[in-house]
């Protein structure tokens, strides 16, 4: 079962450009707020696969599950002049009863505490021009091997020198306290986005550069600095992750139209290596050209 409610004051680009003309303040906000519970689990359903779609179950498969979370989440945005601030905080609790995917097997309780920040000042330099933007992230992170985003199918617990892995252990760790972001939230080409596929874990730091010479076209440069804040997390048992640098140029002749040319490049850190010292990680670097329609 969910329960869920929002509310959001949000402006369009054009409601900013007609308030800035007016020299007022533009300011957009929102929350959001869901729990869930369930009472009963079938395990057997969803173990089994696309061939027990069309089982029978009775009583005796059910898993007491005694399952309960709550996530709120609150935002912001305010166009002072020049000046954009943007901040997002959400937190989310979350209570497992019995953690059992067997009937008549009782497990201990899992718990977590998970804690997301985003923020973003952005400042126009020249007006319509040149921008400068400072992003901050930061997702809380669990002592458990392993940055906790997609563990691997089939494994049931972490070992250190791990990059991903399930951040719970049936056999002593109780808790899921990581929080991950929403893979649409993209700090950078390679490491976050494409190496692990989400931010956890993490503190990082984004500066960019945005220099628009004219309405169709755009060019962004953009450094990310990411650093661990649970060090065991990391295959090297450092909370250097790396840096990264991306460079994205952009054209839009008409709408509905958009062609880009990327760059990156990721340069590893300690956090990356191995605990053993015996593995040393190397840059990686990306470069594409993307034509697309937008609808």
């Known amino acids: 079962y969910t329960a869920t409610v929002s509310f959001v004051r949000d402006h369009d ?12 303040p533009t300011i957009s906000y929102g929350a959001y707020s869901t729990f869930r ?9 969803y173990l089994q696969g696309i061939s027990g779609e069309d089982s029978a179950f009775v009583d005796s498969d059910a898993v007491e599950r005694r399952m309960w979370a709550l996530m709120v989440d609150g935002w912001t945005r305010a166009h002072i002049g020049p000046v954009r601030v943007e901040l997002e905080v959400a937190y989310a609790h979350l209570e497992l009863g019995d953690a059992s995917l067997l009937p008549g097997v009782s497990l201990a309780p899992i718990r977590g505490d998970q804690l997301g920040v985003a923020a973003e000042v952005e400042v126009e330099v020249a ?22 985003v997609a563990p691997p199918v089939g494994q049931t617990a972490s ?46 730091l ?24 649970q060090n065991a997390s990391t295959p090297g048992g450092s909370s250097v992750i ?11 002749p008409v709408p509905g139209f958009e062609a880009r040319l990327q760059g990156g490049l990721f340069l590893p ?26 609808f």
């Open 206 to 229: 984004r500066p960019q550069l945005r220099f628009v010479p004219n309405p169709a076209f755009s060019l962004e440069v953009s450094g990310t600095a990411s650093f661990a804040l």
């Open 269 to 294: 850190g300690a956090g990356l290596g191995n605990v053993a010292g015996t593995i040393t990680p190397k840059p990686a670097g990306l470069a594409r050209t993307v034509l697309a329609v937008l």
């Open 159 to 204: 070992q250190p020198g791990d990059l991903d892995g399930p951040q719970f252990d049936l056999a002593g760790d109780d808790r899921i306290d990581n929080f991950r972001f929403h893979p649409n939230f993209q700090v950078d080409q390679i490491f976050w986005r494409r190496i692990v596929g989400a931010v956890s874990d993490a503190f990082i």
């Open 127 to 148: 007006r319509r021009r040149v921008f400068v933007e400072l992003g901050v992230a930061v997702a809380s992170g669990d002592p458990a091997p392993g940055l906790g």
């Open 13 to 24: 680009e054009a409601s900013h450009v007609r308030r800035r003309a007016a020299k007022k």
């Open 37 to 45: 519970w369930q009472l009963v689990d079938f395990p057997t359903f």
């Open 242 to 252: 790396g840096g990264e640098v991306d460079v994205v140029a952009r054209w839009t």
